[in-house]
């Protein structure tokens, strides 16, 4: 069962925008700290933005001021506003996160989600 699912990923011309989407299944809570992290080809993983369970935000440098990570704790979510795209911003983007069962019995440290590709290009 996947645990996390990221969506809003696609084909964007330089400049423009995309905002992505984590969602937990219905069976557990995000708890925490949650993140979003990017992969280019050829490069390692990154940290893009996290943002803590009281709503404190860290940014990439790359990303500062371009990119703005919210979550909705009543709806299990967590975003990524992504404006004024470039090339450099073409990665595959992961949802990283601490979850609980609701019925509090069960703790799954560091879940990823399976990624959604954000290409940038003219």
């Known amino acids: 069962q996947k645990q996390l699912v990221e969506s809003g990923g696609g084909l964007v011309q330089p400049g423009g925008s995309l905002r992505l989407s984590c969602a937990a299944s219905?069976?557990?809570?995000?708890?925490?700290?949650m993140g979003w992290y990017r992969q280019a080809p050829g490069k390692q993983r990154e940290m893009v933005a996290t943002i803590s369970s009281g709503g404190s935000t860290n940014y990439a440098d790359s990303v500062k001021g371009r990119f703005t990570i919210s979550r909705d704790n009543a709806e299990n979510t967590v975003y990524l506003q992504m404006n004024s795209l470039n090339p450099e911003d073409t990665a595959v983007y992961y949802c990283h996160a601490d979850l609980l069962t609701r019925d509090g019995r069960q703790r799954y440290l560091g879940v990823w989600g399976q990624g959604t590709l954000v290409t940038v290009s003219s």
């Open positions: 219905v069976s557990v809570f995000i708890t925490g700290t």
